[in-house]
T-cell receptor
Framework: GEDVEQSLFLSVREGDSSVINCTYTDSSSTYLYWYKQEPGAGLQLLTYIFSNMDMKQDQRLTVLLNKKDKHLSLRIADTQTGDSAIYFCAERAGGADGLTFGKGTHLIIQP | NAGVTQTPKFQVLKTGQSMTLQCAQDMNHEYMSWYRQDPGMGLRLIHYSVGAGITDQGEVPNGYNVSRSTTEDFPLRLLSAAPSQTSVYFC???????????FGPGTRLTVT
């Protein structure tokens, strides 16, 4: 079946870049997503990438997709304390059903 | 443009009670779905709908019913609540072809 894997924790210093990695197994994925969730809050769509792209940049966020290795990454430049949250990777397969989520990466910012 | 809205925000039920979680979107999205989020489990798909009158099961459908009589609304019904259904429930919507998929703010449900 489909599977999406992420590391559970990432700790970075304020001002450094954060790179959150994700691997997936479904080769028919059409869209891949990154969501941010702060404590007690809902899911905020950060960015998404269509499977025929290999990179997408949006202000401090850069998404890289390696379709051959089924690897997705999210780079946050100049990490700030407000970036502290759980980041979920999700993929949408080619069919009509929903997203498959990873378990989320807790981003911890050190001063 | 309110996006995806959910009511209620919080709910406490006793085992065996039934209730309906409401979800609505005003973006004219064809595709709507329900997820539950449990600690350490990420989000799992309960049911989804690709348009009015069409629904299908996701990964964890047991104990839940859905219907889609309009494009805007996609209610989730708990038929006989169980403690295992204690969770945070999120509704989402997107265009049928994919792209931006938005989530509602969630409903925190506790079943005692």
């Amino acid at each position: 079946g489909e599977d999406v894997e992420q590391s559970l924790f990432l700790s970075v210093r304020e001002g450094d870049s954060s790179v959150i990695n994700c691997t997936y197994t479904d080769s028919s994925s059409t869209y891949l997503y990154w969501y941010k969730q702060e404590p007690g809050a809902g899911l905020q769509l950060l960015t998404y990438i269509f499977s025929n792209m290999d990179m997408k940049q949006d202000q401090r966020l850069t998404v890289l997709l390696n379709k051959k290795d089924k690897h997705l990454s999210l780079r946050i430049a100049d990490t700030q304390t407000g970036d502290s949250a759980i980041y979920f990777c999700a993929e949408r397969a080619g069919g009509a059903d929903g997203l498959t989520f990873g378990k989320g990466t807790h981003l911890i910012i050190q001063p | 443009n309110a996006g995806v809205t959910q009511t209620p925000k919080f709910q406490v039920l006793k085992t065996g009670q039934s209730m309906t979680l409401q979800c609505a979107q005003d973006m004219n999205h064809e595709y709507m779905s329900w997820y539950r989020q449990d600690p350490g489990m990420g989000l799992r798909l309960i049911h989804y709908s690709v348009g009015a009158g069409i629904t299908d099961q996701g990964e964890v459908p047991n104990g839940y019913n859905v219907s889609r009589s309009t494009t805007e609304d996609f209610p989730l019904r708990l038929l006989s609540a169980a403690p295992s259904q204690t969770s945070v429930y999120f509704c989402a919507s997107t265009l049928a072809g994919g792209g931006e998929q938005y989530f509602g703010p969630g409903t925190r449900l506790t079943v005692t």
